[in-house]
């Protein structure tokens, strides 16, 4: 029982409340294909939801019987009722809840920058227990990318998320990474410890569950395949070696498990192919130096990516890594993508979600602005892109506090880095303007 402080009361389930499965991140698809068969698979439609939070927010959501989660910068992780457009409960905790909740037996799962990951109750927000990790923390270095002043040790600004659960909901555990470089296993009942698997950097990469096998990469730039039973490392495949650590080329995206094949990016500027089984490495992608945070959805053969620095959802060929075609769109694409029949949903760094159409390579169908986007652009973006010298006119973008005072002045347009999610024909994300959206989905 150590590290679990547990209520086991509230753990007792509602029956009449679990009457349909729950969309999250993942949506119950621990191999996390991203392809949904919820209804509606065109443009985007009615407004129907939006909630102001108290802080950024940058995971996903999750939606269960009427209901849609979120966690928020302010340190809470929100319910809100989809019909009234209401808050049912919101449950506070310690740190930024940056972590994507799942939800499994009505009971939701997260972490939180305070060090602790929760279990409660989704009907009531009561919680049933919490086990206390080694510690969260952020992905940092002195000298980060050789900003200035050399000597001081830099945040990195663009380390978003935690590591979301993942749930094996057979054997009812719950598999989550952490700051203090471990994958968990805990039992899904109270929160106690089955194994714990450690590795040599930060981990806020979310664990895909395959055949009894957990993925995850870490930020000591190794991807690891680990025993989902015993916690054992069974490969670990290690990503490009680069000595100026301050680069920080670890892993940040997710991975994708589909045909024997695992699939993840990289902060190297690559996106990797390997074997499931094996950890070989049948082939690799290189995106002209951007990183890759998103997590891959694939579908119809086809791997489907974001991309930063160059801005684009990029469609690759699953078995050869050859490129397909590309879409540009106006800033870092970080959000991951999410599919519906023929259309692809992602957000941009300049707040907009857009739906792609997959069966005209790639034609934008639609896009709709956050609210920080609409009362901001004009003030933040240079033409509608993103440039660091417009954001900052004046400052040495060679210094660290450029690059904050840049970031904190982009945020205004509502970055979306949430990842998008469907359920019963709505599509739900959050933004960097402390909204979640919610909006139909129109046919195609």
């Known amino acids: 029982m150590k590290n679990v402080i547990f209520l086991l009361p509230y753990f007792i389930a509602v029956s009449s409340y679990c009457q349909h499965q729950p969309a999250s991140y993942f949506h119950q698809n621990t191999a996390h294909t991203g392809v949904y068969s919820s209804g509606g698979s065109g443009g985007f439609g009615n407004l129907i939801l939006k909630i102001k939070t108290g802080g950024k927010i940058f995971g996903s959501p999750a939606v269960s019987n009427g209901f849609v989660y979120i966690g928020s910068e302010d340190k809470n992780l929100y319910a809100i009722n989809i019909a009234d457009k209401k808050l049912h409960w919101k449950f506070q905790t310690g740190g930024a809840v940056f972590s994507s909740p799942a939800i499994f037996n009505n009971v939701i799962y997260f972490g939180s920058y305070d060090g602790y990951f929760y ?45 979301s659960p993942v749930i094996d909901e057979k054997n009812q ?100 192919a390997l074997n499931a089984q094996s950890g070989q490495l049948i082939w690799k992608y290189d995106a002209s130096n ?27 060929d699953a078995k050869t890594g050859e490129e397909k075609y590309s879409v540009r769109a106006n800033g870092y694409v970080y959000s991951s993508p999410a599919i519906a029949g023929e259309t692809l949903y992602i957000g941009d760094f300049t707040g907009q979600l857009l739906a792609i159409d997959l069966s005209s390579n790639g034609k934008i169908l639609d896009r709709y602005e956050t609210d920080g986007r609409k009362t901001n652009a004009k003030n933040v973006l240079n033409n509608d892109l993103i440039d660091f010298a417009y954001l900052v006119p004046g400052m040495d973008l060679s210094f660290y506090n450029a690059t904050v005072a840049g970031m904190n002045k982009l945020y205004k347009v509502g970055s979306v880095v949430s990842s998008p999610v469907i359920a019963d024909g709505n599509i739900f994300f959050g933004s960097a303007d402390g909204y979640l959206y919610g909006l139909m989905l129109k046919k195609k």
């Not at 490392?233 to 680069?242: G, H, L």
């Not at 801005?311 to 690759?316: G, H, M, N, P, Q």
């Open 119 to 163: 279990a409660l109750n989704a009907v009531s927000g009561t919680l049933a227990w919490k086990f206390k990790t080694l510690g969260e923390k952020k992905v940092g270095a002195k000298g980060l990318w050789t900003m200035k002043p050399l000597s001081e040790y830099m945040d990195d600004p663009f380390d978003f998320f935690l590591s």
């Open 173 to 272: 555990i719950v598999y989550f990474g952490s700051g203090d470089g471990n994958i968990y296993a805990l039992n899904a009942k109270n929160g106690q410890t089955i194994w714990t698997c450690k590795t040599n950097g930060i981990i806020h990469t979310s664990p895909a569950l395959d055949n009894g096998t957990i993925y995850v990469g870490s930020w000591d730039k190794y991807f690891y395949a680990i025993d989902s039973k015993n916690g054992k490392i069974k490969w670990k495949f290690r990503t490009k070696d680069d000595s100026a650590m301050h680069l920080l080329e670890g892993i940040q995206s997710s991975a994708t498990v589909a045909d024997g094949m695992v699939y993840f990016g990289s902060r190297d500027g690559h996106f990797y």
């Open 290 to 316: 951007s990183w890759i945070l998103t997590t891959a959805a694939i579908s119809n053969n086809t791997i489907y990516i974001g991309t930063s620095d160059t801005y684009k959802i990029v469609a690759l």
